[in-house]
């Protein structure tokens, strides 16, 4: 382990873990400080039944290594969060790269030492890091957000999260389980939780729009021709709004594993008769209304979606009541992250479960045995949130990062984050994010995200160091025209939509600025300004 390395990253994900090849190739020393007990992070952390990723894995995977693309089998199309972490760990070994890693090390300090011209980072533990460089590979959603309920500690028994999921298995053979939401990871657990408990018991704020996952098994021809195709494919996915490549296998003769949400339709909602629109959600299914353009950006179009959508629920719960409870009503289609599901609306047909409409009821405490809303008592071995995360920022927060004279980044960002480009913060000099917030981010497929990230830090400290000069932070027009073009281009979407209450805008936090952090733009958009930058010697930086 290098003692003083060029570069310190925080965060041993997949933006870390290729962040020790890429900087390792350019002739860097690195050193990765992780706070869990092996790579994989996001996929590391959130081991709870059913956790799946939402886009199709021979695009959710590096690019970077044909041997690699060459050598693993994905065994399903959207892949388990045990496939993802075993692949992560094989890339780990396969290159090395734990060599450069410390685990079980949480940095609660990252501050810019001006007179010694260092980062110097502090753990959890004391221990004390310093290098001319360092880059926050912390993540998008990986701190977990647990709500403060009244009488939350009175409760006696076993307390998860969704996104802190022990290591060893949890047996909840005839437990009384309880959840608390139902976003993405709560729609993923619920139907396994429903199938191990005696009983389980879904508190939910906000109903859901989620769909069918595609549950197909990686068929060995499919496999072979993206293996076969992957240079184009990886070219396809730089083209491409969020970094899929949309690339139709077996010669294009079946329908390519869409993600769910890929708006490749031209036809509007608003473009078919009432009619049309029920033969074409018989014929593909509800998230059929996804791929409906004019749905993201017309309020009428969006309601005739969300009418329908309510429509598709109606028929899948048996129980009037709880399919009226399931059915979202306040904010449409397309404002959130598109969840998708397994036997998610199927579950509420199930005797042992129980929906309780925490908008109707609130909680009003925790008890020593279970929840009390304000109409019953529902007697609990088991409680589970599935709360969600403190996004985008939470994790740079938390590492309490202090910039030249000690200018805290909890106060640059009162009133919401501010970055040139997602890549860097003025005040902040050669500190980098990976993923940060004003770039793409979670709105492109991560690992093409990531990659881009590293790829351009490791260049631009290269061009740094052949150019004789230490320093890069960006100008603060820079900062605040790019801001504001995020801002401007989200605008007028679904996303943005006043009643839109998601955690892309930090709405699901309380006492967050509420501001849209990714960029909606598009990746190939943001890639070309990033290399912009680098070709014309980073005009939108102060370096020296
Ligand atoms: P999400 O999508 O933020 O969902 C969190 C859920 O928890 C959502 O249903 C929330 O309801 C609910 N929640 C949060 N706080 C409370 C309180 N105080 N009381 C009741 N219910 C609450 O997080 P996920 O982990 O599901 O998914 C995050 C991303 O991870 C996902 O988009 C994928 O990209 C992977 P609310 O809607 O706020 O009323």
């Given at each position: 382990m290098n003692d003083r390395p060029d570069v310190l990253v925080v965060g041993a994900g997949f933006a870390g873990m290729y962040a020790v090849h890429r900087f390792r190739e350019l002739g860097l020393t690195v050193r990765v400080l992780e706070a869990?007990?092996?790579?994989?992070g996001t996929w590391y952390w959130n081991r709870y039944p059913g956790s799946r990723c939402d886009v199709p894995s021979l695009e959710?995977?590096?690019?970077?290594s044909p041997e690699l693309e060459r050598e693993w089998d994905w065994p399903e199309v959207f892949s388990s969060q045990e496939d993802i972490l075993a692949y992560a760990n094989h890339v780990a070994d396969r290159f090395d790269l734990r060599r450069d890693m410390q685990f079980d090390t949480r940095i609660v300090s990252v501050n810019y030492q001006e007179d010694e011209d260092v980062w110097r980072l502090t753990s959890e533990a004391g221990e004390v890091f310093e290098a001319p460089f360092c880059v926050m590979?912390?993540?998008?959603?990986s701190v977990p957000n647990t709500p403060r309920l009244?009488?939350?500690?009175?409760?006696?028994g076993l307390v998860l999260h969704t996104g802190l999921w022990p290591h060893e298995p949890v047996d909840l053979t005839g437990k009384r389980v309880g959840i608390i939401g139902t976003g993405s990871s709560g729609v993923q657990v619920i139907p396994e939780l429903a199938r191990q408990a005696g009983h389980l018991c879904v508190f939910q704020r906000t109903p859901v729009y989620t769909v069918p996952a595609n549950r197909k098994a990686m068929r060995a021809d499919v496999q072979q021709e993206f293996r076969e195709n992957y240079r184009s494919i990886r070219e396809m996915q730089q083209r491409n709004m969020g970094g899929v490549s949309g690339y139709r296998p077996l010669r294009g003769a079946r329908a390519a594993?869409?993600?769910?949400?890929?708006?490749?339709?031209?036809?509007?909602?608003?473009?078919?008769d009432a009619e049309q629109r029920r033969a074409i959600i018989a014929e593909?299914?509800?998230?059929?209304?996804?791929?409906?353009?004019?749905?993201?950006?017309?309020p009428e179009a969006n309601e005739v979606a969300n009418a329908l959508y309510r429509d598709a629920v109606r028929e899948a719960v048996r129980d009037p009541e709880t399919a009226q409870k399931l059915m979202p009503k306040d904010y449409g289609l397309g404002c959130k992250r598109q969840v998708l599901d397994r036997d998610f609306f199927e579950?509420?047909?199930?005797?042992?479960v129980t929906l309780v409409d925490l908008r109707r009821t609130p909680i009003e405490t925790l008890t020593s045995d279970g929840v009390m809303t304000s109409d019953a008592h529902y007697d609990l071995d088991v409680l589970v949130y599935a709360t969600g995360f403190d996004a985008m920022t939470g994790a740079l927060m938390r590492a309490n990062v202090r910039g030249r004279n000690g200018q805290a980044l909890a106060d640059k960002w009162r009133y919401g984050p501010v970055a040139y480009l997602g890549l860097q913060m003025r005040g902040f000099p050669n500190l980098f994010t990976v993923?940060?917030?004003?770039?793409?981010s979670v709105l492109c497929n991560m690992l093409v995200a990531i990659e881009q990230h590293v790829n351009w830090i490791g260049d631009c400290i290269i061009w740094l160091r052949e150019t004789s000069r230490t320093h890069i932070e960006p100008l603060a027009d820079s900062e605040t025209e790019w801001a504001a073009h995020v801002n401007e281009v989200a605008?007028?979407?679904?996303?943005?939509?006043?009643?839109c209450n998601s955690w892309y805008l930090g709405?699901?936090?309380?006492g967050k600025a509420r501001l849209f952090m990714p960029?909606?733009?598009g990746y190939p958009r943001y890639r070309e300004r990033c290399e912009r930058e680098t070709a014309s010697g980073y005009p939108g930086f102060e370096t020296g």
């Open positions: 869990g007990g092996d790579v994989g959710y995977s590096y690019g970077f590979a912390t993540g998008c959603l009244p009488g939350a500690d009175a409760f006696d594993p869409s993600v769910p949400g890929e708006r490749a339709s031209r036809t509007g909602i608003l473009d078919l593909r299914g509800v998230e059929t209304l996804l791929n409906f353009p004019d749905v993201y950006t017309d579950t509420f047909n199930r005797d042992d993923t940060g917030p004003g770039s793409p605008e007028g979407t679904m996303y943005t939509a006043p009643s709405a699901n936090i309380p960029y909606v733009g």
